[in-house]
């Protein structure tokens, strides 16, 4: 009876204060043909060391030896304080801080996860954050035509080269009220928006641009030049950002003249382990002066009768259990774990820390693209100057180099193939971070030498 | 005091990264360089440890107290599915791994599909939905699909009953629908004539919880369904309340076409301080071409069985991914492993012996004084109480109940939910908690309710022993302060 205190007479006793005599009783109210028999689908009950060891075999065929894997989620070294505090059960099972004097400390770390992310993306304000950067984006893209004054568009202009399931999950999220997401041709040479190819549509209404930074292939967007357009468009700019990258290139609240409006992105990289896609969380800044327009809860500092400072839930009126029909979106949970272990994790690592981490990851993929493009036929599909991710050219189809470096236990990479994109036949993408030695960049060169037909074979 | 609050000009924590320049072979274009601070805090590693770990120490926890807060399913969560979540195996898979490294955590989450499918008496599973409010939007979504398919269009509202959760309005309009609301009656069921009034050719769907948020069953479900279905519309069941009736009853028995399940709550994954939630949704037969992918399909036509992904392109009328990979995971396993651990006969135990502990607490509460919502109802596995005559009598409302109660070491109640009630207090028990811990808060209950006669400031002024007192909600949302300007 896992989980269940109660002992025989513990249940005597409170069905004789109930007034009746057996548990089923208590279900008098359902009609009688509802009931369901035992679940014949679910099988019995194990015990916890049942249980591991199940688990531990399962978990175990998933292992690899090294993987390149990006497109997204990113590997990095998490501290080993991020999840020993987080695991706390103080954090771990404490509910939504509604009652706010008995959740000062959820509070309070997400007050200053807003302090820190704001800083990061040199925005004015954050949210406690929503699931994670795909819905974020839908969410922003929501959130840009609610705050949009200027233009009555339901129309958004998304630069091509935003990771593709970040446009598909916005398009099905946003499709449902009518929002529209076009999205831009990006230059097949530079692996980039092509300034040419914004003015085409000059002057036609967009509540918002969108642009990711660095890009779905590790390039670097000319951010400065697309703000600035899209603001004399009277579009709002949405900055995708990965907050890692952020160590090292200009953030989103000084993009142009005026600063992007609204950010989002994927705060995995923030101490939350790959995890096989989540639980991550998404992050979510924008301008003050568009703060009502944000979804999601949002924590405030304030007094209490005695006058000493606290933090609150706040700006709740935008809110589904207020608002109901008339909110601005209905989330209702943010991510509130990954936010305290986002919180850790950024208070470890400080400006020093993170700008070591982004500078060791753009190290490191020079070095990995350095030696990977002397192998022959192994190209840089693109031009354009990347962070930590780049796009490899194969002499074979990638779905065959892939496989056999899989033989390896080495994952080299994300197989572009998946998108059906005429530009990238025989294209993967590679991602390498600090957490990859000199010695992990030469077998992946090896690897991706052999399965090339290259020497080593 | 903030974290920024103990920094010094240089300090860091060292041992977490490699102190790494700028390479001078770097490519990134000069204008793109970050010139500005980043604006981190600049800390020890034991001044983090530290303030985080006197943080927690501030929070009420399900570790740490009861927690009975109605329609949120405050129950234990068991250490044994963290540890199974967090084995390295799963922890480091990338969630674009390919098949032949991932059929470990693709095998627990086809069972976990099994499952859900078997408690909800549903066609398929989809566990992808990042939260409740995501299993919502990915439910109406679905519904919208449906009658689009059907070539449909005229079909523009959700009806739902006035007791239900705020994100089913908002989703319904998240979801481009407008909102009919339809009446409860006295005894907490949903007004039969009210709803045959409100369903027609215009209705796209009914969403509804059962048990209801008045902590009742809704016991004319099945005509409800019956209405709605001859309009032309689609049920939505809102699983909210699903540890009420697992093992009992399966809300596909009931007619319903799709529903969501919130695994935080039935499946005993920590709510985390507000998140991760986890809200797959379950389908009927009306809806199974349009559920959210990924799911985890089964081949067993080779040697061994192989788990893979169906994506759209095997479900080409799919509403299509809601997030970049699988939705929460990691929150997925746990919920896994909760249902390995109870199988079964312990999921049909849940049910039971939550509803049996909300019927006791409910009873000793009305003996001790309290007005019982329903009275003449059974109760689910939540109730609710309204401090309605303590508010006019004695000047005490349900918010200084619940503030007190925090004295005594009790999370509060949800409180004014469902707005229909006034002055409510919505009781959850759960079925983990022992009668001695019921029996505990029915005490503070009767303690604070001599306190509200005798010394009624000591409840309104409460609490006293929290780090905080009441806080200035009008000031916070007045005057901003949403990060720290240091």
């Known amino acids: 009876m896992p989980f269940v205190p109660h002992t025989h007479q513990d249940e005597q006793a409170m069905l004789a204060a109930v ?49 390149f894997l990006g ?30 004097e008995a959740s000062q400390g959820t509070l309070q770390l997400i007050y200053e996860f807003q302090s820190m992310i704001t800083r990061l993306t040199a925005m004015e304000v954050a949210n406690a954050s929503v699931y994670e950067g795909a819905s974020a984006l839908a969410e922003g893209v929501l959130m840009a035509v609610r705050a949009n004054r200027k233009s009555k568009s339901r129309r958004v202009l998304c630069v091509g080269t935003v990771n593709p399931a970040y446009i598909s999950a916005t398009r099905n999220i946003v499709d449902n009220q009518g929002i529209v997401l076009d999205v831009l041709d990006y230059g097949t040479g530079s692996g980039k928006t092509e300034l040419e190819a914004l003015k085409e549509y000059e002057g036609a209404d967009y509540a918002a641009v969108v642009v990711a930074y660095p890009n779905f292939f590790g390039g670097i967007e000319d951010v400065d030049a697309i703000t600035n357009w899209a603001k004399e468009q009277g579009s709002l700019l949405i900055g995708v950002v990965n907050p890692t990258a952020l160590g090292l290139l200009k953030p989103p609240g000084e993009w142009g003249n005026e600063g992007a409006d609204i950010v989002i992105g994927e705060g995995q990289p923030l101490g939350i382990p790959l995890a096989s896609g989540g639980p991550y969380l998404g992050f979510m800044c924008c301008k003050q002066s568009i703060v009502r327009q944000m979804p999601g809860r949002i924590i405030g500092q304030t007094i209490d009768l005695d006058g000493k400072p606290g933090f609150a839930l706040t700006l709740q009126a935008r809110e589904q259990h207020i608002r109901r029909a008339k909110a601005t979106s209905n989330i209702c949970t943010n991510q509130g774990l990954l936010v305290t272990a986002a919180t850790i994790y950024m208070s470890l690592l400080g400006d020093k820390g993170l700008m070591s981490v982004a500078n060791k990851c753009h190290q490191n993929t020079l070095k990995l693209i350095n030696q990977a493009t002397r192998i022959p036929g192994v190209f840089r599909r693109f031009n ?57 960049i030469a077998l992946f060169v090896s690897a991706l030498e052999t399965a090339c037909g290259g020497s080593s074979c | 005091m903030l974290i920024y609050d103990l920094g010094a000009k240089g300090r860091t924590a060292p041992a977490q990264y ?28 034991l001044q983090v440890v530290r303030h985080f770990t006197n943080l927690s120490k501030k929070n009420f926890s399900i570790d740490g107290e009861f927690y009975p807060l109605g329609s949120c399913t405050m129950k234990y969560n068991p250490r044994g599915a963290h540890v199974a979540a967090s084995i390295p195996g799963f922890l480091n898979r990338h969630p674009l791994a390919p098949e032949i490294f991932s059929q470990g955590v693709m095998s627990c989450l086809y069972e976990l599909q099994e499952y859900l499918k078997d408690v909800t008496g ?10 409740g409010a995501q ?20 079909r523009t509202e959700i009806l739902i009953p006035i007791a239900a959760h705020g994100t089913n309005p908002a989703t319904a309009v998240m979801c481009g629908y407008t909102v009919r609301e339809v009446a409860v009656g006295r005894d907490g069921d949903v007004d039969i004539e009210a709803l045959r009034a409100a369903v027609g050719p215009q209705t796209a769907g009914l969403m509804m919880t059962n048990p209801s948020t008045c902590g ?6 099945q005509e409800i369904a019956s209405l709605v279905h001859d309009a032309g519309g689609l049920l939505y069941y809102d699983g909210a309340n699903l540890n009420a009736i697992l093992g009992k009853v399966k809300p596909g028995d009931m007619g319903f076409d799709v529903l969501h399940m919130n695994l935080h709550k039935t499946f005993a994954t920590p709510h985390g301080g507000g998140g991760p939630g986890s809200g797959p949704v379950g389908v009927g037969p ?24 169906k994506t759209k392109n095997d479900i080409p009328d799919s509403i299509g991914n809601l997030s970049a990979f699988m939705g929460n995971t990691g929150i997925l396993l746990r919920a896994y492993a909760y249902a390995r651990l109870l199988g079964n006969e312990g999921m049909n135990r849940v049910g039971e012996y939550a509803t049996l502990n909300a019927n006791y607490m409910a009873k000793r509460l009305a003996e001790a004084g309290f007005k019982l919502a329903y009275p003449e109802r059974r109760a689910t596995h939540e109730f609710i109480i309204s401090m309605s005559r303590e508010a006019k009598d004695l000047g005490v409302n349900a918010m200084d109940f619940a503030k007190r109660l925090l004295d005594y070491g009790y999370h509060a109640p949800t409180t004014y939910f469902p707005l229909l009630i006034p002055e409510c207090l919505l009781i959850e028990p759960t079925e983990t908690e022992s009668r001695e811990e019921i029996d505990g808060f029915v005490e503070a209950m009767k303690s604070i309710l001599a306190e509200a006669k005798a010394t009624p400031e000591l409840v309104t002024g409460a609490p006293f022993t929290m780090p905080v007192k009441r806080l200035d909600d009008v000031k916070a949302a007045r005057d901003l302060d949403l990060a720290y300007k240091g």
């Open chain 2, 216 to 221: 009742v069953f809704e016991r004319k479900i």
């Open chain 2, 286 to 309: 009306r809806l199974e071409p349009f559920v959210p992918t990924p799911i985890v399909g089964l081949d067993t036509s080779g040697e061994a069985p192989r788990y893979f992904w």
């Open chain 2, 122 to 131: 549903m066609r398929t599973v989809s566990l992808t939905p990042m939260a």
């Open chain 2, 135 to 154: 299993g919502e939007f990915a439910g109406v979504a679905m519904i919208r699909a449906y009658h689009e398919k059907n070539n449909d269009p005229g």
């Open chain 2, 18 to 45: 490699e102190q790494t320049d700028l390479p001078e072979n770097h490519e990134i274009p000069t204008q793109c360089l970050r010139k500005s601070p980043l604006g981190l805090p600049e800390v020890s590693e």
């Open chain 1, 71 to 100: 497109a997204g989620a990113y590997e990095h070294h998490i501290p080993s304080a991020v999840w020993n505090i987080v695991g706390r059960g103080e954090f771990m099972t404490a509910y939504t801080p509604y009652q706010a």
């Open chain 1, 19 to 67: 007034g009746v005599d057996s548990i089923e009783s208590l279900f008098d109210e359902i009609p009688p043909e509802l009931k369901s028999g035992i679940l014949d689908q679910t099988p019995p009950g194990v015990s916890e060391m049942a249980l591991l060891r199940l688990m531990n075999e399962r978990a175990a065929q998933d292992e690899v030896r090294l993987s």
């Open chain 1, 384 to 440: 354009t100057p990347v962070f930590h991710e780049v796009v490899l050219k194969l002499p074979l189809p990638s779905a065959q180099v892939l496989n056999t470096m899989a033989k390896e236990k080495i994952l080299g990479g994300y197989d572009l193939a998946a998108l059906e994109d005429p530009a990238l036949e025989d294209c993967i993408l590679v991602n390498v971070t600090e957490t990859k030695t000199d010695e992990d």
